[in-house]
């Protein structure tokens, strides 16, 4: 029951039309194809609604993938909804100004590993705010140093873009990994890499900006000691 995944194609489109394939017990809507977002390497799963033809509409709390078919994903209602019917069609819509806040972070967080080239022990995405986990020999870090440095790569103006290579490809060239703690999305055959030109490659499923303008201004919040050689480092959003 493999479900279609329409945002690895195209981060921005907000909505489609959907057929419902199943309802499960706990509230779960599947869907055969999707804009949702759904939770993985450390981005949470969209919020949004289905439209029903009636005109009615029922709030998605979150997004998963089904525990026992990671080609399925699973739109998790809010607590109390009216269920669609098997065979139903609806618009799935994102909350869109959610996505895009979790896309310019996301997409800042890529830039975060260019400014400390070290590897990445853990991390996480929230709504305008994200970190980063770092084993770093030497941890003495400087918060406003690394904002500009940080600013430097946005001002870059670099365009994001994504391209597919083999699971024996990525296998072949480890040094594309940057994260410790997160496996690549490998296991289809093919992984997909995400570049921002001239500054990052690395493996990710998750959804970004099309150019580093569309980030914004962003500032390092606060660097944390987690271990000898661990540092976590905060990130938000400044509008």
Known sequence: ??????FRADAYQNSCTATVLAVNERGGIVLDRTVFYATGGGQPGDVGRLVKADGGSIAVATTVYDADDKSTVVHVAAPGSELPAVGETVTAE??????????RIHTALHLLTTVLPYPVTGGAIGDGEGRLDFDIPDAGLDKDALTAQLMAAVRKDADVSQRWITDDE????????????????????????VEIAGLDLQPCGGTHVLN?????????TAIEKKGKINRRVRIALLA
């Open 1 to 6: 029951m493999a479900t279609e995944l329409l």
């Open 94 to 103: 994102i909350d869109w100004p959610v996505r895009m806040k979790r896309m």
């Open 170 to 193: 990525l296998l072949a060239n480890p040094g594309l990994v940057k994260t410790m703690s997160v496996k690549p999305p490998m296991g289809t055959g093919r992984v997909r890499l």
């Open 212 to 220: 580093t303008s569309e980030i914004g201004d962003v500032s390092v």
